[in-house]
């Protein structure tokens, strides 16, 4: 069998690297070219402008005064609508108390604009009759004759006499297939009344009794894949709702009464209404004592993901009218991002000199790391920019910024680590994979910290500040890879050449600037294993630039093992003196 050597593993290790970047710009490529992706970054607001949209918020249904506390509510629930991941830097703030400030970069589209207007009147109402399908206006309407007229007072919300002639010929004329029955109602239907409505996903067409439970009864919701009761995977999408305690409470009577209905008949649903419109109406497969529903059906992820959205962030009070729209400049533009990536290039200029300087040719791979590092980062920002919406602002430029330090921290962790196992007497290939197995636990504790306080920073910040925390982790995580896929493949291979083995003095590994003692030291003499480098350079030296070397890079550790065995040592002697 062929033997694999380190260098063999390390070529293999660097066609890795480059497949990854291969599937990036393949990836990239074919957004930009059937997608919305391009090669260039999306820029935030404070670089690049966009629309400004100016809110003023309604009660439905009245004239009452909107409160603070919903106003407050209204600003981080639209935020969570346009800017529910915290790196499209969209700007969402009140003004005089009253209305409500959304400025985003470029030009929203469609789908964002109706996040923004929509209302989120949600409520539970039951169905008393309809179903899929049935969207379209009745041709021949039911006579007037034949219209049913309830017999008694309404029970419960599931009584089919709230159904009256005047609802059911409501029901008959509405016509779901019409784009102005699926816009948002402009008057809330009162909750103690019966109403009809669409759900255009299934072209459906409903009779809903009262609202039984608000959508503020909502703690939250989310997705996932549903699960049996044995708790295995069952490959479809799942929408779970958690209700508060009153809600829990109301909607365990709720399915109590329509799951006794049984399948097939209409009243066994309850549709979940957003401003008038259906979003989803599913059957009651049984009784939900703990107030944790799971909506299943023909979801997709998508779908399910809206669905989710909707039911966690709709139950807003209030709704919004466009007083005003304009368009906004940059509020720092291209000057602003032009001094800033002067400054990231005066940064890389200054470690570039410094890795030069400090460890001649080996610097060179310091900045070839720093080059695919930046590659592999920008990439990633315009990746994410297609499919997250992400956009740099200029807060993001200095996290970038910030990186280039961090980054280049990790390769010269490594290279001191080299250097201290030629200083122990190794060669260079053993000391190239006996520094990498120190090093790599610094590095990994540094870059955990990183992270860690990039996460902290992301969820406890808003606005700017998150773009700021994303950059930051995601450099991080660039920083790891590149270390682990390139700095340390290429150094396993510049350890087998000529330049780099010999310790060439130009290499920035040579054995004499670095103060190394070889083992053999001629006429019989060897290097002990308890020396230091500070007792050898405490013998007869004619290069006092390795002499200075050898004192500086003793660590404090090896300093104190040196005094406590001289102090032994002298112990000793005036022992024997004394014999």
Same mark, same amino acid.
């Not at 049984?262 to 009784?287: E, K, W």
């Not at 004192?551 to 550790?557: F, V």
């Given at each position: 069998?062929?033997?694999?050597?380190?260098?063999?593993?390390?070529?293999? *290790?660097?066609?890795?690297?480059?497949?990854?970047?291969?599937?990036?710009?393949?990836?990239?490529?074919?957004?930009?070219?059937?997608?919305?992706?391009?090669?260039?970054?999306?820029?935030?607001?404070?670089?690049? !402008?966009?629309?400004?949209?100016?809110?003023?918020?309604?009660?439905?249904?009245?004239?009452?005064?909107?409160?603070?506390?919903?106003?407050?509510?209204?600003?981080?629930?639209?935020?969570?609508?346009?800017?529910?991941?915290?790196?499209?830097?969209?700007?969402?703030?009140?003004?005089?108390?009253?209305?409500?400030?959304?400025?985003?970069?470029?030009?929203?589209?469609?789908?964002?604009?109706?996040?923004?207007?929509?209302?989120?009147?949600?409520?539970?109402?039951?169905?008393?009759?309809?179903?899929? #399908?049935?969207?379209?206006?009745?041709?021949?309407?039911?006579?007037?004759?034949?219209?049913?007229?309830?017999?008694?007072?309404?029970?419960?919300?599931?009584?089919?006499?709230?159904?009256?002639?005047?609802?059911?010929?409501?029901?008959?004329?509405?016509?779901?297939?019409?784009?102005?029955?699926?816009?948002?109602?402009?008057?809330?239907?009162?909750?103690?009344?019966?109403?009809?409505?669409?759900?255009?996903?299934?072209?459906?067409?409903?009779?809903?009794?009262?609202?039984?439970?608000?959508?503020?009864?909502?703690?939250?919701?989310?997705?996932?894949?549903?699960?049996?009761?044995? #708790?295995?995977?069952?490959?479809?999408?799942?929408?779970?709702?958690?209700?508060?305690?009153?809600?829990?409470?109301?909607?365990?009577?709720?399915?109590?009464?329509?799951?006794?209905?049984?399948?097939?008949?209409?009243?066994?649903?309850?549709?979940?209404?957003?401003?008038?419109?259906?979003?989803?109406?599913?059957?009651?497969?049984?009784?939900?004592?703990?107030?944790?529903?799971?909506?299943?059906?023909?979801? *997709?992820?998508?779908?399910?993901?809206?669905?989710?959205?909707?039911?966690?962030?709709?139950?807003?009070?209030?709704?919004?009218?466009?007083?005003?729209?304009?368009?906004?400049? $940059?509020?720092?533009?291209?000057?602003?991002?032009?001094?800033?990536?002067?400054?990231?290039?005066?940064?890389?200029?200054?470690?570039?000199?410094?890795?030069?300087?400090?460890?001649?040719?080996?610097?060179?791979?310091?900045?070839?790391?720093?080059?695919?590092?930046?590659?592999?980062?920008?990439?990633?920002?315009?990746?994410? !920019?297609?499919?997250?919406?992400?956009?740099?602002?200029?807060?993001?430029?200095?996290?970038?910024?910030?990186?280039?330090?961090? *980054?280049?921290?990790?390769?010269?962790?490594?290279?001191?680590?080299?250097?201290?196992?030629?200083?122990?007497?190794?060669?260079?290939?053993?000391?190239?994979?006996?520094?990498?197995?120190?090093?790599?636990?610094?590095?990994?504790?540094? @870059?955990?910290?990183?992270?860690?306080?990039?996460?902290?920073?992301?969820?406890?910040?808003? !606005?700017?500040?998150?773009?700021?925390?994303?950059?930051?982790?995601?450099? $991080?995580?660039?920083?790891?890879?590149?270390?682990?896929?390139?700095?340390?493949?290429?150094?396993?291979?510049?350890?087998?050449? @000529?330049?780099?083995?010999?310790?060439?003095?130009?290499? !920035?590994?040579?054995?004499?600037?670095?103060?190394?003692?070889?083992?053999?030291?001629?006429?019989?003499?060897?290097?002990?294993?308890?020396?230091?480098?500070?007792?050898?350079?405490?013998?007869?030296?004619?290069?006092?630039?390795?002499?200075?070397?050898?004192?500086?890079?003793?660590?404090?550790?090896?300093?104190?093992?040196?005094?406590?065995?001289?102090?032994?040592?002298?112990?000793?002697?005036?022992?024997? @003196?004394?014999?």
């Amino acid at each position: 069998m062929p033997r694999t050597g380190p260098g063999t593993a390390a070529k293999r *290790t660097l066609v890795w690297l480059g497949v990854m970047f291969a599937l990036l710009a393949v990836l990239l490529g074919s957004g930009s070219i059937w997608g919305t992706a391009s090669w260039s970054p999306k820029l935030a607001l404070d670089l690049e !402008g966009g629309t400004q949209m100016i809110l003023a918020p309604q009660v439905q249904g009245g004239s009452e005064e909107i409160t603070e506390e919903q106003l407050d509510q209204a600003v981080e629930i639209i935020r969570q609508r346009v800017d529910g991941s915290g790196v499209a830097e969209a700007e969402i703030n009140t003004q005089s108390g009253r209305n409500v400030i959304v400025s985003l970069p470029g030009i929203p589209d469609a789908e964002t604009r109706e996040l923004i207007q929509a209302s989120a009147q949600m409520e539970f109402r039951p169905v008393l009759f309809g179903g899929p #399908g049935q969207a379209p206006a009745a041709e021949t309407p039911t006579p007037e004759e034949e219209l049913p007229v309830p017999t008694a007072e309404p029970t419960d919300a599931s009584d089919p006499n709230w159904i009256t002639g005047e609802v059911l010929s409501a029901f008959e004329a509405l016509d779901c297939t019409s784009p102005e029955a699926l816009e948002p109602a402009e008057e809330a239907v009162p909750a103690d009344e019966p109403m009809v409505a669409c759900e255009p996903g299934t072209q459906g067409k409903y009779i809903l009794g009262p609202v039984e439970v608000p959508g503020t009864d909502i703690d939250t919701a989310d997705f996932g894949m549903q699960r049996s009761a044995q #708790g295995q995977s069952l490959n479809t999408w799942a929408v779970n709702i958690q209700f508060n305690a009153e809600g829990s409470e109301t909607f365990r009577e709720v399915t109590e009464r329509l799951f006794a209905f049984g399948q097939g008949d209409p009243r066994n649903q309850f549709a979940i209404v957003l401003d008038g419109t259906i979003i989803s109406a599913p059957t009651t497969n049984a009784v939900i004592p703990d107030g944790r529903p799971s909506i299943s059906g023909s979801f *997709t992820e998508e779908s399910a993901a809206a669905l989710a959205e909707q039911l966690k962030y709709g139950a807003l009070p209030i709704s919004f009218e466009i007083q005003s729209e304009q368009q906004i400049s $940059a509020t720092l533009g291209a000057d602003q991002l032009r001094l800033g990536l002067i400054a990231g290039i005066i940064g890389l200029i200054l470690v570039a000199v410094y890795s030069i300087f400090q460890y001649r040719m080996l610097g060179l791979v310091t900045i070839a790391s720093l080059v695919v590092a930046g590659l592999l980062t920008y990439l990633a920002i315009c990746i994410l !920019g297609w499919t997250e919406n992400y956009r740099l602002s200029l807060a993001g430029v200095a996290g970038l910024i910030v990186a280039i330090g961090q *980054t280049a921290d990790s390769f010269i962790v490594y290279f001191e680590r080299i250097r201290d196992e030629l200083r122990d007497g190794r060669g260079l290939v053993s000391a190239v994979e006996n520094g990498w197995r120190r090093a790599k636990r610094t590095v990994l504790a540094s @870059k955990a910290v990183n992270l860690l306080a990039a996460v902290v920073l992301y969820f406890v910040a808003v !606005g700017n500040v998150r773009g700021f925390a994303f950059t930051l982790g995601l450099t $991080a995580v660039a920083d790891l890879i590149v270390v682990f896929l390139f700095t340390q493949p290429v150094m396993r291979l510049l350890a087998k050449t @000529k330049f780099f083995g010999e310790g060439h003095r130009f290499s !920035g590994l040579d054995p004499k600037k670095l103060g190394v003692m070889p083992l053999y030291r001629g006429a019989g003499r060897i290097r002990m294993p308890s020396a230091t480098p500070e007792t050898a350079a405490a013998g007869r030296t004619k290069n006092k630039a390795v002499s200075g070397e050898i004192a500086r890079r003793t660590t404090i550790a090896e300093r104190r093992l040196a005094e406590q065995k001289a102090l032994a040592a002298r112990s000793n002697g005036t022992d024997e @003196k004394d014999k």
